[in-house]
């Protein structure tokens, strides 16, 4: 079982920034895969960027050469720096953890509401 907690949404103005958090309950050196999604009103729910256990990284591409994902291993954490954020970027984000044989297992946190405002 893996618990994530995310902290890092709120409104800002198009062409801003804003940094995402998710926190684990466990080392995340030993968690296959965490990511974002996203999931606008009326729209399905899509990925916005993931980073595994070796480091690499992919990114939805609405997204790329404006955000980036890393992560901190000793505090179990993995960020989501969102910067030039446009209105279309509006969407409750859902951190994400692959855990458990081949990351055959999803967990995810509670969502957080960004909001940018044209």
């Known amino acids: 079982q893996v618990q994530l907690e995310e902290s890092g949404g709120g409104l800002v103005q198009a062409g801003g920034s804003l940094r995402l958090s998710c926190t684990a309950s466990?080392?995340?050196?030993?968690?296959?895969?965490m990511g974002w999604y996203r999931q606008a009103p009326g729209k399905q729910r899509e990925l916005v960027a993931q980073?595994?256990?070796?480091?690499?990284?992919n990114y939805a591409d609405s997204v790329k050469g404006r955000f980036t994902i890393s992560r901190d291993n000793t505090k179990n954490t993995v960020y989501l720096q969102m910067n030039s954020l446009k209105p279309e970027d509006t969407a409750v984000y859902y951190c994400?953890?692959?855990?458990?044989?081949?990351?055959?297992?999803?967990?995810w946190g509670q969502g957080t509401q960004v909001t940018v405002s044209s």
């Open positions: 994400y953890a692959r855990d458990g044989y081949g990351g055959s297992s999803w967990y």
């Open positions: 980073i595994t256990s070796a480091g690499s990284t």
């Open positions: 466990k080392s995340i050196l030993s968690i296959t895969a």
